[in-house]
């Protein structure tokens, strides 16, 4: 399978933002990472489950007035 690594790809106008991840899903045969200083973005195969632990000591609780 191909891989395509976009470097810059996230960051600077929202409208180039939206256009680059929607590249992702146009050309999702291809395995395409968009790159940038702080993140890491990218498709997650079909099918794959993905589950977002939150470790309860960092988890902010509601407060009460």
């Known amino acids: 399978q191909m891989k395509l690594l976009v470097l810059g790809a996230l960051g600077g106008r929202l409208d180039h933002e939206f256009a680059n991840l929607n ?3 146009l050309f999702r045969k291809l395995r395409v990472i968009l790159l940038s200083d702080e993140s890491m973005t990218f498709l997650l195969p079909k099918g794959h489950k993905h589950e977002i632990k939150i470790n309860p000591s960092v988890a902010q ?3 009460v007035n």
Do not use: F
């Open 61 to 63: 609780k509601p407060s």
């Open 23 to 25: 590249s992702l899903y």
